[in-house]
């Protein structure tokens, strides 16, 4: 079965930085498209970043330039830099890993404090 095991979150204050993590098993990670999600409250989810298993990257708009999605196939990990945060990043953060259908991971919290 597949498991998606995000960490990482927290919080922090404007400006400031985190680094998220999560964790795949039950999948042959090489071969999936990787990413992050956020949710806030009141919002539908939204894309944040996706890696292809080629290591190409996309970002949602609110993403590019501050935001970094990276993947360590040996470590079955995908991981998001998260840099010059803002209040408006406070959501809910999901990993997510695609090949033939979508699983997600139980999220984990990031605020960011004004």
């Known amino acids: 079965q597949v498991q998606l095991v995000e960490s990482g979150g927290g919080l922090v204050q404007a400006g400031g930085s985190l680094r998220l993590s999560c964790a795949a098993s039950?999948?042959?990670?090489?071969?999936?498209?990787m990413g992050w999600y956020r949710q806030a409250p009141g919002k539908q989810r939204e894309l944040v970043a996706v890696?292809?298993?080629?290591?190409?990257?996309n970002y949602g708009d609110s993403a590019k330039g501050r935001f970094t999605i990276s993947r360590d196939n040996a470590k079955n990990t995908v991981y998001l830099q998260m840099n010059s945060l803002k209040p408006e990043d406070t959501a809910v953060y999901y990993c997510?890993?695609?090949?033939?259908?979508?699983?997600w991971g139980q999220g984990t919290q990031v605020t960011v404090s004004s």
């Open positions: 997510n890993a695609y090949r033939w259908r979508n699983d």
């Open positions: 890696i292809t298993s080629s290591s190409s990257t």
């Open positions: 039950g999948i042959t990670f090489s071969m999936y498209r």
